[in-house]
Each structure stands twice: as C-alpha cells, then as structure tokens.
C-alpha cells in the first residue's frame, strides 16, 4: 500500500508519521551518498510493507547520476521550479542535483503535515496550470507551510528547504532537522539491500541505486 493511500491514518498518528518521514530521508540520502538523483519523490512512490519492513522507495524510471542533463519529467504538485521551467521552454538544460530531490522531499513532507493532504496553493489551479504557477518568480508554499502540523521552529526549516533557486535549497540534513528524537526503535527500511541492489539496476544506460 503506497504512503497516499496510508495518508489518514498516518495524519492521526504522529509517530507513523515521523517513522515513515525517517524511513523515507534515510532511503533518499543512501541514492545521494550513491551519487545518484531518486527523480520522481512523491507519496505514491513511497510503499508500506508492513511492520517489519516498513516503507520503501519505488519507481526509479527518473533515476540519474548526479552532475548528468536531466530529462524532461515530474509529477506536477511536487514538480521543482526549474523543472518547471525546463518543461516549459524557460531554460534549455538542467544538471541532476540533489537540490531536486529536496524540493520534492519538502514538498512531501507538507502533504504529510497539511490536512487533509491538499497543498493550499493549487485549491484554485487546474491541473494543466500547476507548472505555470509553480515556474512564476514569486511563487512559494508559504501558506501550505503556515497549515502545516509543525512547531514554529520546523516550519522554518521547511521553508529553507523551497526557495525557489536551488542554489538557496537547504538540503537532505535540514529535512532531517524535522525529526524528533525518538527513544524508541523504529523499522529500519532495508538500506543494506539498497546498497546491495545497487549494481543490478539499469535506468537510463546507467547504473543507479534502486
């Protein structure tokens, strides 16, 4: 069962909530640490497979090795701005960087925390507009941020994760600022098989971590 289909219920327990946030960053830093781009972060690319295996990463069709010209590609509420503007026509190349995975990482997070799941800032967009709106220059997820189940201190946190240049972006270890600490264990999420996978998946011509 994908994470968007658990979503209630992990909206009404914050410790799944936090545990399957934990499970997720940490699967996203071992594809950084690889060198590679997951590409495609969203609730629905997010499986549980119950309690003792927890959550794990699917899809990795957008999968790419960091400094490499990314395709053209995104689901469009978690898309980042410079995607947005690299479909578009706004610019003519974009180099895969972990800033990518950020964006949709944070954008995650705020499905996570904002109830019921809906981002404030596309209730009045229609679908086909979604990327318009995210590629114009004052774009922000301010609102969403302010609804969010957080405490002052992390909303601050998230919001240094989405600036609109990726250069400004926070990074993976911000995102992790987000997590309390926990004195108890949670499920690991299966990074040793990760690691181990690594060699034996292809996207794209490359070799990527799956």
Partial sequence: MCCNERLERLQHNDFQRFSCLKEILDAIGVFHD???????????NV???????????IDFDNTAKLGTLMTKHCTAQYCPPEMAKYILGHSTELRVSTAF?????????????????????????ADNDILKTIALSDFSFQASIDAADLSDRKKKILANCLPIDPAERGTLKDLECLLPTL???????????????LPNVVVNSDVVAA
């Fill in 34 to 44: 690889l060198g590679y781009l997951h590409g495609d972060m969203k609730l629905e």
């Fill in 47 to 57: 499986v549980y497979f119950g309690n003792e295996v927890g959550y794990k990463l």
């Fill in 101 to 125: 995975d950020v964006w949709c990482a944070a954008v995650l997070v705020l499905h996570l925390f904002v109830k019921p799941g809906d981002m404030k800032e596309f209730i009045n967009i």
């Fill in 183 to 197: 004195t108890t264990t949670m499920k690991g999420s299966g990074l040793t098989k990760l690691y181990e996978a």
